[in-house]
């Protein structure tokens, strides 16, 4: 997706596909049961990707040939953690994740405006799970640091109006209770 420049001053977003495309990498996932009540994992992924001949991208006939794709972090990875205790008949738990990735483009143009920064998030939650998994309750925290973070923006080109950049921000610290019923009407 690109925004293009009209004549008549305006923009328009245009969907177009690039005329060929190199993307190679790898990801690994490991998971470890330590204990009873420990569970650890963590995961890990790589991209190289560019543009091998993307003439056209966007507004003036601008070439991306080299370019990096849209969402294409080059790094990613995350860690967890998980402990569980037996409580009340059920089962309490706490888990804790930790989330990384690199900076990425949000438009095929890759100018610095479209860049989206490297990004780590600190998630938790804290819960029991009732006898025989019937139903849950779960406090939860995303983005416990109060990152803030660009997750997509665009630069819109024209003549009417000037040039235009437009940023779409992630969530600030959250915090929620949750409810889980699974399909026993405990909870209706």
Do not use: H
């Not at 990707?49 to 991306?64: I, K, S």
């Not at 009340?88 to 405006?113: C, I, L, M, T």
């Not at 938790?124 to 019937?134: E, F, H």
């Amino acid at each position: 997706q690109a925004f293009t420049q009209l004549s008549n001053g305006g923009t328009a977003l245009t969907v177009t596909n690039a005329a060929e495309v190199t993307t190679q990498g790898f990801e690994a996932d490991v998971q470890w049961i330590a204990t009873d009540w420990l569970r650890l994992w963590g995961a890990y992924g790589y991209t190289d990707a560019e543009f091998d001949d993307f003439r056209n991208c966007a507004a003036g006939g601008l070439d991306c040939t080299g370019n990096r794709p849209v969402g294409a972090p080059k790094n990613s990875w995350n860690l967890g953690v998980q402990l569980t205790y037996p409580m009340f008949g059920g089962e309490f738990f706490v888990q804790s994740d930790y989330a990384s990735r690199d900076e990425f483009y949000s438009n095929p143009d890759n100018r610095p405006v479209n860049l989206n920064e490297s990004l780590s998030l600190l998630n938790g939650r804290v819960g029991w799970n009732s006898p025989a998994g019937k139903w849950s309750v779960t406090a939860w925290g995303r983005n416990l640091t109060d990152e803030e973070y660009k997750i997509g923006g665009y630069y819109f080109p024209g003549a009417l109006y000037g040039n235009i950049v437009n940023s779409f921000y992630g969530p600030p610290r959250t915090f929620s209770l949750t409810a889980n019923d699974y399909g026993f009407g405990l909870l209706s």
